[in-house]
């Protein structure tokens, strides 16, 4: 099974602030590496799909990069509904794995 | 509009067994993988089980496998979580998702509200 580590597991920014959050798998996933955000009380919601792809109707402030075993979610200028917990996710194989999560707290 | 509606949930006894479901709507249900996820309280997501377009490739995560099944009926648009012998630690909210696609490379793109699972005495 592929091993899922994300850093940092949590994380204080400011409106406006730029954020990365970093996702390193144990072993290659080529690109095929989704990020999700889940804000309290709701479910998940795919923001970008293998690797770098903008899901539709997410907002062009969210960018994904990386490739091997290597990831990393950029926001660019934090707006108060992005405020939430992010977790990456590996496709490469069906046997999915998860994150352990990063929450994204006001600071 | 892509619905997932989930039900089936609630409390049960350890060992017990229980059904969850997923009503798809808004989409060509037959065309797309579906995946079960499941997120206790206050923690992370864990991925349960997956199952193709066609039924043909059913996965499980080594915590569920054997006593879990996963099953759909294309012709309701349905997705179904069958499970027994049920743990404490299978409490959790359990989410239905549908794929991006037929199974390849899964992105989880449409999530259903969730559902309760409880398991204590």
């Known amino acids: 099974d592929i091993q899922m580590t994300q850093s940092p597991s949590s994380l204080s920014a400011s409106v406006g602030d730029r954020v990365t959050i970093t996702c390193r798998t144990s072993?290659?996933?080529?690109?095929?590496l989704n990020w999700y955000q889940q804000r309290p009380g709701e479910g998940p919601k795919l923001l970008i799909y293998a690797a770098y792809n903008l899901h539709s109707g997410v907002p062009p402030r969210f960018t994904g990069s990386g490739s091997g075993t290597d990831f990393t979610l950029t926001i660019s200028s934090l707006q108060p509904e992005d405020f939430a917990t992010y977790y990456c996710q590996q496709s490469y194989s069906t046997l999915i794995s998860f994150g352990q999560g990063t929450r994204l707290d006001i600071k | 509009e892509v619905q997932l509606v989930q039900s089936g949930g609630g409390l049960v006894q350890p060992g017990e067994s229980l059904r969850l479901s997923c009503a798809a709507s808004?989409?060509?249900?037959?065309?797309?993988?579906m995946h079960w996820v499941r997120q206790a309280p206050g923690k992370g997501l864990e991925w349960v089980s997956s199952?193709?377009?066609?039924?043909?490739?059913?996965e499980y995560a080594d915590s569920v496998k054997g006593r879990f099944t996963i099953s759909r009926d294309n012709a309701k648009n349905s997705l179904y979580l069958q499970m027994k012998s049920l743990r404490t630690e299978d409490t959790a909210f359990y989410y239905c998702?549908?794929?991006?696609?037929?199974?390849?490379?899964?992105?989880?793109?449409?999530w259903g509200q969730g559902v309760l699972v409880t398991v204590s005495s």
């Open positions: 808004g989409f060509t249900f037959e065309d797309y993988a």
């Open positions: 072993q290659t996933v080529t690109r095929y």
């Open positions: 199952l193709t377009w066609n039924s043909g490739i059913m």
């Open positions: 998702a549908k794929d991006i696609a037929g199974g390849s490379y899964p992105a989880l793109v449409n």
